[in-house]
């Protein structure tokens, strides 16, 4: 790898951090600031979404590109989860799972993106950024 190459890695491994790091704090920020209790799926998106910061930040920092293969088995499940919520929220008014899975607790001002949804799109670059990462090595 050059160092050119090494220069676009390590600004995708930042990216890639930051990206993690919103996803997480913006969850928290609606459990702990808005009071919105998460649902089954959401837990299920946190528990693949939080340690992609501590993954992805270490290897930042460590400027290793072949995190892809520990961060990516993350973060498609992520996705597709996401997605799945998504889809329950604009299709269905209940979710077999426990908890009100298709509740649409909060929606965003001007886009109008649900929870799920900016979850989604957490996830979805993310895995952009891995596999940017992962053809640049």
């Known amino acids: 790898m050059s160092s050119r190459d090494g220069d676009g890695v390590r600004v995708g491994l930042t990216a890639a951090t930051a990206v993690a790091t919103v996803a997480t704090l913006g969850s928290l920020w609606f459990s702990l600031g808005l009071g919105l209790v998460p649902c089954t799926l959401c837990w299920y998106q946190r528990i693949l979404m939080y340690p992609l910061v501590v993954i992805v930040g270490v290897a930042a920092v460590e400027r290793r590109p072949g995190v892809y293969r520990t961060a990516l088995p993350l973060a498609v499940p992520g996705f597709l989860l996401a997605a799945y919520h998504s889809y329950l929220q604009a299709t269905t008014v209940q979710c077999t799972l426990a ?39």
Request: hydrophobic share 60%; aromatic share 10%; net charge positive.
């Open 99 to 137: 908890g009100p899975c298709a509740a649409v607790q909060w929606r965003a001002p001007v886009i109008g993106l649900t929870i799920p949804n900016l979850s989604a799109v957490g996830f979805g670059l993310l895995i952009a950024l891995l596999g940017w990462i992962w053809a640049q090595t």
